[in-house]
């Protein structure tokens, strides 16, 4: 049976197959809760990072806390969202796919789900960390956000970042939502469109 690594460099390089052949295998549902505190565990790092930096959020919240000391909170949240918003994920997929009778699976779709909604955010991931890295290092947060505010190269870098990201997110929802269901096209690409809308924002209330 294929390991965790290859499930997950497979989501990358051959998302269709990689989702098809986790369907077969009796540790799908493990394999999917190990992607999802994979990137779980690396945005909590990250976010004790941007705390002990000091950093401020960059857009406002919708939670009622200091903005001065939100990443120190999300230390303790951004993990859970990660869990919730793939449970949800995937009970909306499940509700709206309506697959026929005897084929696809709850337990199928979440875990080819797992894999499709930890692999993008390793892209914001990385963007983020670099920051933290950034500010741990002395860099200032303001200097950079005034840099990131204006046409440039660091805005349009900023601004690509995250539209690819949510892009591959999409892509692998819709695949992800295919393979589990095992529905058609059109319906895998209505149910993936809605349901990555609905795990976006999500992550748009809680995560910074």
Known sequence: MASFWRYF?????????TFAALQADSRQVAMGVRAVLFIGVLYTITVA???????????????????????????????????????????LARLLGRPRRGT??????????????????????????????FLLLGGSQQ???ELSAQPGAVQTLV???????????????????????KTGRGRAVLVGVLTTLVFLGLMVVFIR
């Open 9 to 17: 460099g497979g989501t990358v390089v051959r998302p269709a197959r």
């Open 49 to 91: 990072m941007l705390a002990a930096a000091g950093a401020l959020i960059t857009a406002p919240a919708f939670l009622v806390l200091p903005p001065e000391n939100y990443y120190f909170y999300e230390i303790f949240f951004a993990g859970p969202v990660f869990f919730l918003g793939w449970i949800m994920a995937a009970g």
């Open 104 to 133: 696809g699976s709850f337990e199928g779709t979440l875990a080819a789900l797992g894999f499709a909604v930890s692999v993008p955010f390793l892209i914001t991931w990385v963007a983020e960390t670099a920051f933290s890295v």
């Open 143 to 145: 200097a950079f956000m």
């Open 159 to 181: 601004i690509a970042y995250q539209l690819v990201a949510a892009a591959w997110l999409l892509v692998l929802m819709i695949l992800a939502v295919r393979a589990g269901l």
